[in-house]
Each structure stands twice: as C-alpha cells, then as structure tokens.
C-alpha cells in the first residue's frame, strides 16, 4: 500500500534561507508520527507543503498519492484535518455556529456536529456561548473538533496541547490515539517532547530544516546511545554499606539523590548484568529503578551531533 505522505528530497527556499532543506520522509495509514524541533526548525513550514499552501523549491511531495498543489488540491483537502498552531475563531460566534461555518466550508453535513462536539468533550451549554467567552481548553477543544470535520484520513496537529492542563492534555491524546487505532495518519508539532513518550509511533527531529534523526523512541534510544540509570532506594541503616557494596563492584562511587535513593550511570549494553549483580548483593533495597534517557536528552543529543558535524 502506498504511504499516505511521501516527501522527497523536499526543500523550500525563502531568497537565500532555506525553512525546509532536503527532507525525505514517508507515513503510512495509521502512524501517529512527532516533528520536533526548535522554533524555526521548519515544521510548520513542512506543514504549509504537505497542505498544498506553499510549493517546493526542490523535490516532491504526494499527500494520499497526489501533488496538494496540484489539480488534486482540493479533493485532497477535504479529506485532510488542521489544527493550527494559533487557532482563531470569531468570538461572536458560538462553539456550534462556527463548527457548522467550518462545516460547510469544508462541504460536509453539519447533523453530526454534536456528535463531534461530544466526542471533543465540549459541553452541550458552552456550545450555545460565543467564543469570546471560552477558556483556551475550550477553544483547542473546538479547534479539533473542527480538524475532525468529515472523518479526515490525514491529521496535522500543530503544538496542539500548548496552554492545556494535564487532564485535557491526557483526553487529547485519547482521541489522538482513537483517531490512529480507526486508521488515520496523524502527524504532530511539538515543542513538548515529554508528554510524546507513549503517543508517537515515530519521532522526526528536525533542525535549521533539515530531518537530523527519524525512528521509534526505542530506535532513537539505541542510536543516540545514551546511559542509563539505575536507581536504588535504600532504607536510611543501609545506605553507607549499600555506597560500599557498589563501589566494591564496580569500582566507583554511585550518586545520592534526595529520598534515600543511590544512582548508578551505565551503558545501555551494560545493565542487564549490573542488575543481576546488584540483586546479588547483601544490603537489603526498598525498590530498583531503571531510567532510560528522556526524549529531551535524546533530542539534545542529535542537535549537539548535528551542531559538531
Ligand atoms: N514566508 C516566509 N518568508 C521568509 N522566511 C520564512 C517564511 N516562513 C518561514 N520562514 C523561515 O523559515 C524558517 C522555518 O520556520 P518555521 O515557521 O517553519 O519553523 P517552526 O519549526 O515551525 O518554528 P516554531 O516552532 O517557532 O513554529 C524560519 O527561519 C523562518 O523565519
């Protein structure tokens, strides 16, 4: 089956400043897909392509097997959903009127629009007040329930958790990953690289607009090959004979951390056999914990590798 998007050796060019250089990417039916970066890495300005708003300086691009550009552009977008970076409704309108607005914009029946607004989260009584009054919660709210308009094959989704708390950002990602279990292709902007751990199938880091790594968190892990760390609560009698012990075994001193817990940096290769041999040692311990680097200090990693290239 053919990927939903294929980018090809894509660039564009603004006079001599490249916001995209070179891009080569693929996404398949139901892949929920992360592009991070700094500001000005060139996400949205990959966005803008893959919508068909702006063309390419070089290479090519085939959203859902076709140029958006092109003579398809429009019959692509219907059956593409955007939610964009900074979502602006008209605050005279209510939540119900525009998303029936947006509805008819996009040429699809407006009767499932409750449905919509439901399964969004927007409450039936906040639909009837207009915008104006809306918390930010509200309006992301109604930003994707006007993405969701005419069940789109394909979703972009630019920092669409920015200003959310934790129980909406957690609900956002239920429908996200919902939306990419029934099939859609979903691919995401964001600046927070945590809350992406557990929701992205894949990560695309990009810099100064080029792709510098591409793969699962667990392909990333064992490219940027980052330590590890294990940590280790000890009950407060058996920390200066748990400090020894570790020593003893691997020859240098572990660091204290706050709550009675001792940690241990090693390479990824190297931890399965540290555990065995600390589950080997005498001091009694009140829990072992192993922490694999975040996808902060991966992304850190490939920028600092791409900085020194
Ligand atoms: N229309 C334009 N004209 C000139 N330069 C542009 C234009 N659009 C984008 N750029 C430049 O291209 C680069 C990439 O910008 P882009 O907005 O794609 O980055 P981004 O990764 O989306 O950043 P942010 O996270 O801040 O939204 C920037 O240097 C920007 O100034």
Same mark, same amino acid.
């Given at each position: 089956m053919s990927p939903t998007i294929e980018v090809s050796g894509v660039s564009k060019r603004y006079g001599d400043q490249y916001a995209v250089r070179d891009v080569t990417v693929a996404l398949g039916a139901g892949e929920c897909v992360a592009l991070v970066g700094h500001n000005g890495a060139g996400k949205s300005s990959l966005i803008k392509l893959l919508l068909g708003l702006t063309t390419p300086t070089g290479g090519t691009i085939r959203v859902l097997g &076709?140029?958006?550009a092109g003579n398809a552009a429009a019959r692509i977008r219907r059956q593409i959903g955007y939610l964009p970076e900074n979502v602006a409704f008209h605050p005279a309108m209510t939540g119900r &009127? +525009?998303?029936?607005?947006y509805?008819?914009?996009?040429?699809?029946?407006t009767c499932c629009n409750d449905a919509l607004l439901d399964r969004v989260g927007l409450e039936t009584g906040a639909r009837k007040h207009r915008i104006g009054t809306y918390s930010k919660g509200m309006r992301q709210r109604l930003g994707l329930a006007q993405a969701l308009l005419g069940d789109p094959k394909l979703l972009f989704l630019d920092e669409p958790t920015t200003g959310l708390d934790p129980a909406l950002r957690q609900g956002f990602y239920r429908i996200i990953g919902d939306l990419r279990d029934a099939g859609t292709t979903v691919l995401l902007c964001s600046h927070a690289l945590t809350e992406l751990e557990g929701q992205a199938d894949r990560v695309i880091v990009m810099n100064r607009g080029r792709k510098v790594a591409e793969g699962s968190l667990a392909t990333l892990r +064992?490219?940027?090959q980052l330590p590890v760390r294990i940590r280790l609560t000890v009950p407060d009698t058996g920390f200066a004979a748990l400090e020894g012990e570790l020593t003893g075994i691997f020859?240098?001193?572990?660091t204290r951390l706050a709550g009675g817990v001792v940690e241990l940096v090693c390479a990824n290769d190297d931890k399965l056999d540290i555990v065995r041999r600390i589950a080997g040692i005498g001091t009694p311990l009140d829990d072992m914990e192993i922490v694999q680097p975040s996808l902060d200090e991966m992304y850190a990693h490939f920028l600092r590798q791409e900085a020194a290239q």
């Amino acid at each position: 089956m053919s990927p939903t998007i294929e980018v090809s050796g894509v660039s564009k060019r603004y006079g001599d400043q490249y916001a995209v250089r070179d891009v080569t990417v693929a996404l398949g039916a139901g892949e929920c897909v992360a592009l991070v970066g700094h500001n000005g890495a060139g996400k949205s300005s990959l966005i803008k392509l893959l919508l068909g708003l702006t063309t390419p300086t070089g290479g090519t691009i085939r959203v859902l097997g &076709e140029d958006p550009a092109g003579n398809a552009a429009a019959r692509i977008r219907r059956q593409i959903g955007y939610l964009p970076e900074n979502v602006a409704f008209h605050p005279a309108m209510t939540g119900r &009127e +525009s998303l029936d607005f947006y509805a008819r914009l996009k040429r699809v029946p407006t009767c499932c629009n409750d449905a919509l607004l439901d399964r969004v989260g927007l409450e039936t009584g906040a639909r009837k007040h207009r915008i104006g009054t809306y918390s930010k919660g509200m309006r992301q709210r109604l930003g994707l329930a006007q993405a969701l308009l005419g069940d789109p094959k394909l979703l972009f989704l630019d920092e669409p958790t920015t200003g959310l708390d934790p129980a909406l950002r957690q609900g956002f990602y239920r429908i996200i990953g919902d939306l990419r279990d029934a099939g859609t292709t979903v691919l995401l902007c964001s600046h927070a690289l945590t809350e992406l751990e557990g929701q992205a199938d894949r990560v695309i880091v990009m810099n100064r607009g080029r792709k510098v790594a591409e793969g699962s968190l667990a392909t990333l892990r +064992s490219l940027a090959q980052l330590p590890v760390r294990i940590r280790l609560t000890v009950p407060d009698t058996g920390f200066a004979a748990l400090e020894g012990e570790l020593t003893g075994i691997f020859g240098r001193t572990a660091t204290r951390l706050a709550g009675g817990v001792v940690e241990l940096v090693c390479a990824n290769d190297d931890k399965l056999d540290i555990v065995r041999r600390i589950a080997g040692i005498g001091t009694p311990l009140d829990d072992m914990e192993i922490v694999q680097p975040s996808l902060d200090e991966m992304y850190a990693h490939f920028l600092r590798q791409e900085a020194a290239q």
